[in-house]
């Protein structure tokens, strides 16, 4: 079988990852640790012990005195192991016997040796950077979860030392620089998030330690929780992290305690500020709507879309609204669903203006002292018989002190409304039913007004007959506007000169406009000015005068 050897590209690789992994066992002098110090003041221990010899462990010294022995360590025997917290690491007797020996000299004679940490917090900066630094990171526990910690780094500020910083294995260290960055035309924008740790010796984001999503940022934890010292590849670390959604959001419940703010306040304020929003808009759409049904004009056209040619008087007025309006603007460019300017949100606001309407009316009516009823029914262009409804009646005005000013007679009209039965009783039904659904009174009615037809005017078993029986000061009057129109009407069937008169003139159109030649000569005289003339006996007075044609087809 032959005999395979790896590449060259293959053994670089092998040492490198070989190289990695024996860097990351810890050194020999990582397994002990001097005997803690003591604060001679205070008789608190400063310092505790994360290891210890293998055997019995030896009794700290008494404040101000030394040792009464030198501390001595069992000689490890060939691949022996040592715990450290948690690794195990083997090492040869001679490297072992060596490194303990240099270790186990007497206090007085040899110099005092550090362990290196296993963790960043056990590394303690010197005694001024723990008073002069109340935020620093390494004073509080990994995962901040008490709201008054929090609120306590708040108040106090970031950690933020100018120098001078340790160095690491390679000669490099951090720089108050990252504490700034700068932008493409040359500003320095302060960086509020990071923050450095004296005792850590590590930069560190203080929005995220305080706020961040660790569950669903898992690499958050170096970030946040107990910061990096990779000063070689520090700036890349930090443009990744200012820009990650995580930092973002916890930027933003950091601004929120910062300001003395809730979270529900501020969902309230951007309830309100939305409230508000669609408040201003439907206020504009009801104006519009408002406008164009007190003038009698059609809301809607072919299309139902703004941008569109032919979207009818509603639309076309909010677009060009829009133009100027940037409450109207937003609306028009928002992409949601929900803009209010529908045919249903249309005719839903047509019927609540004519609610408003209506009740206003109806609470002068009920406020009235009397009022009367005029009563008519007339066929709709969909052959529907409708009954029309109009109230008369008088409103007093008062001054600012209560006193009335101004008596005013009112005639508002209430609406259709379909009927099916024309008898006497059937309409009698339908007005009272109407009234009583409006809550106006039948006792304060004191007059009626309809047409002369029977089965209103009928004096024994008409509308007004019956309505009279259940209120006898409802008195009937004929309608002024029907007496007109039938003594009209009689004047010009029954007095000949009238009759002649309108005949001629029904002639002439009727002539003229069956030809356009014949229409335009009309025009023509039509357009001939006036002629001034002085009668005798009008003591000088001008008349004007203009062709009878003209006159007559005015």
Known sequence: MKRHYPSGAQKSKMRAKA??????????????RQAAKVDVDSNVTADRSLATLPGPRPSAPSPGRQPSSPVTAEPASRGSRFETGQQEVSCAP???????????????????????????RDTLASDNSVTEYPTDRGKFPVDLEDDDVKRYILNNGPCKPEGPFKRDGKGMCF???????????GCRIPRKWLCYSPSMDRVYCEQCLLFGDRPSAHHLHQASRIGINDWQGLFKKIKEHEFSHSHLAACVVYDTWKNN?????????????EVGFWTEVLTRITDVALALASRNSAFRGHREKIGDIDIGNFLSTIELMARYDPVLQRLIESKKMVHYLSPQTQNEIISLLLKKVQDTIITDIQNAEFYSIIMDTTQDISKVNQLSQVFRYVTIANDENGNPTEVKINESFLGFHAVTDQTAAGLEREILES??????????????????????????????KRIRDKEPNAVYIHCAAHNLNLVLNDACQNIPEIKDFYDTV????????????????????LSVPYTEETMPDTMGIKIRRRPIIAVLLC
């Open 435 to 464: 009234m009583e659904s409006k809550g106006i009174l039948l006792g304060k009615c004191r007059g009626q007004g309809y047409d002369g037809a029977s089965n209103m005017s009928g004096v024994y078993s008409g509308v007004q």
């Open 175 to 185: 720089s108050k620089e990252f504490y700034n960055k700068t932008s493409k035309i």
């Open 261 to 273: 703010l809730t979270i529900d306040a501020q969902i309230s304020s951007e309830f309100k500020r």
């Open 94 to 120: 001679s490297e072992a016997s060596s490194d303990i020996a240099k270790v186990a000299q007497p206090a007085s004679r040899a110099p005092t040796v550090t362990a290196a940490p296993t963790h960043p």
């Open 506 to 525: 029904e002639r002439l159109y009727v002539f003229f406009s069956g030809s356009v030649k014949r229409w335009e000569l009309l025009e023509t005289h």
């Open 19 to 32: 190289k990695k992994e024996k860097a990351k066992l810890p050194k020999i002098t990582s397994l002990f």
